[in-house]
């Protein structure tokens, strides 16, 4: 019993985050289906989708801080491993906004009549996309890994901010179908439900957690990819 | 002058929140009946799967880390 709750702690002292962040996931799944929604014409229960397909592009732009932060450090120090992090975080980053693209395309079907609107959120979004599969295929581009790297850093702490512009600054200028979009987004702060805040907020840390979680055992195979290259 | 506008805008008010609550169409019945719940934790089952999986594969990668003595931080 002792050894157990030893074995428990050990593991909680390497694991709580992650499993935090299956704890707050598995939390939205549960109350984001059952929890009270307010009732709106044209949403009805797709309001739900606010807890799946929101989280999706919030976790992925803080993966992309993440991801933006190793840049400056890889860029800084020129270890592997940082390198190796921003690069597994981007393409962890690049995944869930697919996803956000994926399932809001769905979400638009039902409620705004089609999967692409040319809504000011979604063009820059597809820019946005574009950019980031830039980064993918200048990264294959360059064989040479010190150089691959710092190029590749750079880019990213470039891309990072525009990326940022494009989806909080952009269409916030023109009308959007996006809530929040479309003037001062401080007067839609009713927007969100209170009954739903928890649960939203829940789910994008669960999300974000979970991105950094995947992106960590894909850097860290890529790591050991590179050592037993070297050592051969 | 001021009572009129008062009044009215309390009108307005309570039609607007009439409109508000006219049938909007809701899953009631689906949550009443009790079977949700089995869809939700068919749902939580598939997630937890899926952690457990991640969880395995990371302790996978720790151990490969040892093999090769790599330090992970």
């Known amino acids: ?232 | 002058m001021n009572k009129l506008f008062t009044l009215l805008a309390l009108f307005l008010i309570s039609v607007s929140s009439a409109f508000a609550e006219a049938d909007v169409e809701m899953a009631f019945d689906m949550r009443s009946n009790g079977k949700i719940y089995v869809v939700v934790a068919v749902l939580a089952t598939i997630f937890t799967g899926l952690a457990i999986f991640l969880f395995l594969l990371d302790r996978r990668i720790s151990k490969l880390e040892k093999q090769h003595n790599i330090d992970n931080d």
């Open chain 1, 1 to 232: 019993m002792g050894c157990l709750s030893l074995y428990l702690a050990c593991l909680m002292k390497k694991f709580w985050w992650k499993i935090l962040g299956v704890a707050m996931v598995l939390f939205s799944i549960i109350f984001g289906l059952l929890g009270k929604v307010p009732a709106l014409p044209i949403l009805n229960e797709s309001i739900r989708n606010l807890y799946f397909h929101v989280p999706m592009w919030f976790a992925m732009i803080l993966l992309l801080l993440v991801a933006f932060i190793f840049s400056i450090i890889s860029l800084n120090k020129g270890t592997q491993k940082a390198d190796l992090r921003a690069n597994e975080l981007t393409n962890s980053a690049i995944f869930l906004g697919v996803m956000g693209l994926l399932t809001g395309m769905i979400w638009a079907t039902f409620t705004w009549g089609k999967p692409w609107t040319n809504d000011p959120k979604l063009n820059s979004v597809a820019i946005g996309m574009l950019i980031y599969l830039g980064y993918i295929i200048l990264r294959q581009a360059i064989e040479d890994r010190e150089k691959r790297a710092r190029v590749s850093a750079v880019f990213n702490i470039f891309a990072f901010p525009i990326f940022v512009v494009l989806i909080f600054v952009l269409p916030r200028i023109e009308d959007s179908l996006h809530p929040g979009n479309g003037g001062n987004p401080g007067f839609n702060t009713y927007d969100l439900d209170n009954n739903m805040r928890p649960i939203f907020y829940m789910a994008v840390f669960g999300w974000t957690l979970i991105g950094v979680w995947i992106s960590e055992l894909r850097s860290r195979i890529r790591n050991i990819e590179y050592h037993i290259e070297e050592n051969e």
